[in-house]
């Protein structure tokens, strides 16, 4: 009788157990957890996971994050205390890093059995999103550069407005340096021009523009900083002239003091909402100068999946929709306001924008993936580091209290070490 209520216990546990494990499962396929910082973004992302739960039956969760560094504390904090998202979108910093220290998939094994083809994906950009050979995220979006162009300004001082093929050799370096000198105007003869030709060139004098003359500031492992080799002291020379010799930097687009402002692609976003509200210039978009090469420095923005995720059957499913299913890529991309890299999201990307502002020529933005640069240097372990040293030289050529040899040479070891994770 004894042995009969203890085998009867055992029964009961057992069945507690089964009762437990089903229920633990059946939660763990009902919701997936995709972490970013979404606070800004379009009414499109809730439609493109209520959609996806409506398709799947599987419920997916925002997790907010406040900005991209805290993505990324968020992401290590939560994967070490075991309560790690499933998914996480990020730029391509983040990405790398958190794939460089373990804490994403690799995705050649989901890619293989989940019937998605790479060749729908820009070359160039899946090359990018590399970590030594392995693929850790799928990319959603580019934020990637071209040149608003203020058209009464340029009618203004007879300058012809910019060209829009990527491909061709108009608007080489030395015709855009002239461009931008002729439209920089001191009216009053003080030194000081009420336009200028451009508001800015790329970031801390120019480091995102290195591809323009084929130079690079890193190795493609990242192991090795490259900032103080002859091609990147000489593509500085060009892009730091702007300021230094030129003085064809300053004002402010939207307010009518500068003509061209070269910049990412979430400014088309608001420039439109300015004209909408009739407080911007007129304005189009054209393509950037030619140096040794064309090259448009591209962010790159992807979702990978955690690989302490307890829902990968699920995570996996949420992937495929927002980063290579039409439908969810579609709706995704809006929401993120960048330029897509799936055929179906760039046709609509340029059908909307080109709706909300005729005759500005969004496809410019659409076509720079034919020539994106990677700054890869920004790209994992020790990038923020990096650009804090970059920003730093700038200060020191920008004041010429250093050339542009020697403030590379004062950050040089710094950088190297920051490469190494030191």
Request: charged share 20%.
């Amino acid at each position: 009788m004894k042995l009969h209520r203890v085998r009867g216990s055992a029964k009961a546990w057992l069945a507690l157990i089964v009762v437990w494990l089903l229920t633990s499962l059946g939660a763990a396929s009902s919701k997936v957890t995709l972490i970013g910082p979404f606070a800004t973004w379009g009414p499109e992302l809730s439609q493109s996971l209520e959609t996806f739960s409506a398709r799947t039956g599987i419920e997916a969760e925002i997790l907010q994050a406040a900005s991209w560094p805290d993505l990324l504390d968020k992401v290590i904090t939560m994967s070490a205390g075991g309560i790690a998202p499933d998914l996480v979108y990020g730029d391509n910093a983040r990405i790398m890093d958190l794939a460089e220290g373990g804490l994403l998939t690799a995705l050649e094994g989901f890619v293989a059995t989940s019937q998605i083809n790479l060749k729908n994906y820009p070359p160039a950009v899946l090359e990018a999103l590399r970590v030594r050979g392995k693929l850790y995220s799928l990319p959603t979006a580019l934020s990637i550069h071209a040149t608003f162009y203020n058209k009464d300004l340029f009618a203004r001082s007879g300058v012809n407005a910019l060209p829009t093929d990527w491909m061709g050799d108009a608007l080489g370096w030395n015709e855009f340096v002239a461009m931008a000198k002729k439209l920089t105007v001191d009216r009053d003869g003080d030194g000081t021009p009420e336009e200028y030709g451009l508001q800015g060139f790329g970031a801390y004098g120019g480091f995102n523009m290195l591809g323009m003359w084929n130079a690079t500031d890193v190795d493609q492992d990242r192991t090795r900083y490259l900032g103080n080799t002859p091609e990147v002291i000489r593509a500085l020379m060009f892009t730091t002239s702007l300021w230094l010799e030129h003085n064809v930097i300053g004002g402010n687009f939207l307010q009518n003091r500068a003509a061209m402002c070269p910049i990412q692609v979430y400014y088309l976003n608001t420039l439109v909402q300015a004209t909408e509200q009739g407080n911007a210039p007129s304005w189009s978009i054209g393509i950037l100068p030619k140096g040794d090469a064309r090259a448009s420095q591209a962010g790159f923005h992807s979702i990978g999946m955690a690989a302490a995720s307890k829902n990968i059957a699920q995570a996996g499913q949420l992937l495929k929709f927002l980063a290579y299913d039409a439908e969810g890529v579609i709706l995704f991309t809006r929401a993120e306001n960048r330029v897509p890299v799936i055929r179906e999201a760039v046709r609509d990307f340029v059908r909307r924008w080109g709706e909300r502002a005729p005759g500005t020529n969004p496809y410019v933005y659409t076509e720079a993936v034919n020539v994106l640069w990677d700054w890869r240097i920004t790209s994992g372990r020790g990038g923020t580091q990096i650009l804090n040293l970059e920003a730093e030289a700038w200060n020191l050529i920008y004041s010429r209290q250093k050339s542009v040899a020697d403030a590379i040479a004062y950050i040089e070891p710094r950088a190297q070490a920051a490469l190494a994770g030191q």
